[in-house]
């Protein structure tokens, strides 16, 4: 076979926000043979399970409208990635052969260590647990007692949607509501939510869940015939399980260029990267650049060409608050909160907007490779020759 007919195989393992985009981006050469592999049928829009919990709106999106021609779909789950023989090993026990790997299994909701948390409250990091969820709050009356633990955009905006329908909610944030926001963005979330009858309590964490209470730290019991565990991440440890290494949490420790410090062959995105041990804020605002960046850095290294490093300013959130209100947080370009916001109607159309031009930008990747744009600027460790080989010896 000579040079002109050598194809590359590359494996996407996850296909969320940052995979589908690497995987559309690494269209931009026609001698790459791509395979996403992805536990389901369906993309899920993540940003919009609190709306499948509470039934005013759908979260998934048919693969077949955001994957561009040529890419196979694979509907499985990766067990292990073995760097000695080159191949990704499936749950189902078929193998995959390849050059490169992009690593893009995403987050999780991490394991609750409160006691009678894991046995007794419902997660909503992902779409079985939001599925599950939506179907015990069907079971329930309005008036019943719902408590929503974790006071990040999650736990606000499941409590808005929930407390919009008239339900009976109390939002326990621990380490305060939203701290990320500016202090006049908190005192708008916190107004709505008290206009809306939500009980929010901001100087105590759940220290136990019941089937039918949680208790608070200072020895209170709270009635809660549902209770909502929405606070921290975690992710796949699939990364660990096949010997690379990576950070406390099991991020892929890589480069600044997302290359794995332990095989140049295997390429991190999304919020299961850990660049210089330095991982960004887990959003979906950074995981298509992301995706688009790993991408290229493949593309790099089948060229021959020195991979540039990642480059990405977060600049701030949206939360919605229930379907007719909602906060666009403005921020700079190293993520903190300046004083402005903008709230009410007009936070929640730029909420749905950013929702939708989520999507929007995937399906765009797929007919256009390279189309996809940010904005770069953002604080990175200075990564000097030196100081990435010391990252890959640590």
Same mark, same amino acid.
């Given at each position: 076979?000579? %040079?002109? !007919? *050598? #194809?590359? !195989?590359?494996?996407? *393992?996850?296909?969320?926000? =940052?995979?589908?985009?690497?995987?559309?981006?690494?269209?931009? #050469?026609? @001698?790459?043979?791509?395979?996403?592999?992805?536990?389901?049928?369906?993309?899920?829009?993540?940003?919009?399970?609190?709306?499948?919990?509470?039934g005013t709106g759908e979260a998934t999106v048919d693969y077949d409208t955001l994957l561009g021609e040529g890419i196979e779909l694979v509907v499985d789950s990766a067990t292990r990635i073995d760097a000695a023989a080159r191949v990704v090993r499936l749950a189902s026990g078929r193998t995959l052969d390849y050059d490169h790997v992009i690593y893009a299994v995403g987050s999780t909701a991490a394991i609750p260590s409160v006691p009678?948390?894991?046995?007794?409250?419902?997660? *909503?990091?992902?779409?079985?647990?939001?599925?599950?969820?939506?179907?015990?709050?069907?079971?329930?009356?309005?008036?019943?007692?719902?408590?929503?633990?974790g006071g990040g955009p999650t736990g606000i905006e499941t409590a808005a949607e929930l407390? %919009?329908? /008239?339900?009976?909610?109390?939002?326990?944030?621990?380490g305060g509501l939203m701290p990320s926001l500016s202090a006049p963005g908190r005192r708008y979330v916190a107004k709505w939510l008290h206009r809306h009858t939500v009980t929010v309590i901001e100087d105590s964490a759940v220290t136990e869940v019941r089937p039918d209470a949680v208790v608070l730290a200072d020895g209170a019991v709270r009635p809660s015939a549902l209770t909502i565990w929405t606070t921290g991440f975690g992710v796949p440890q699939l990364a660990a399980d096949s010997g690379l290494r990576t950070d406390r949490l099991g991020r892929l420790l890589t480069d600044e260029t997302l290359?794995?410090?332990?095989? @140049?062959?295997?390429?991190?995105?999304g919020d299961a990267a850990a660049p210089s041990d330095q991982p960004l804020r887990m959003s979906g605002q950074g995981a298509g650049p992301l995706g688009a960046q790993a991408a290229d850095t493949v593309l790099s290294h089948i060229a021959g060409t020195e991979p540039a490093a990642i480059d990405l300013a977060l600049i701030g959130t949206c939360i919605s608050l229930g379907r007719r209100a909602g906060i666009r947080q403005l921020a700079r370009k190293d993520d903190t909160a300046t004083r402005l916001y903008i709230g009410g109607r007009a936070g929640a159309k730029i909420k749905e907007m950013t929702c939708k031009i989520g999507i929007?930008?995937? #399906? #765009? %990747? =797929?007919?256009?490779?390279?189309?996809? =744009?940010?904005?770069k600027g /953002?604080?990175?460790p200075e990564q000097s020759a030196s100081t990435a080989q010391a990252v890959r010896s640590a």
């Open positions: 076979m000579t %040079e002109h !007919n *050598i #194809r590359h !195989n590359v494996v996407v *393992i996850g296909g969320g926000y =940052a995979g589908t985009v690497a995987a559309n981006h690494l269209r931009l #050469r026609t @001698d790459v043979d791509i395979t996403l592999v992805n536990p389901r049928p369906r993309f899920v829009d993540r940003v919009r399970l609190h709306q499948l919990v509470a009678g948390a894991a046995e007794f409250a419902f997660p *909503i990091a992902e779409f079985e647990p939001a599925q599950r969820l939506r179907a015990r709050l069907g079971e329930l009356p309005l008036d019943a007692p719902v408590t929503v633990v407390a %919009e329908q /008239g339900r009976s909610i109390t939002l326990v944030c621990g290359t794995s410090i332990d095989d @140049d062959r295997i390429v991190a995105t929007t930008k995937i #399906r #765009r %990747e =797929a007919r256009e490779p390279g189309s996809l =744009a940010w904005l /953002g604080p990175r």
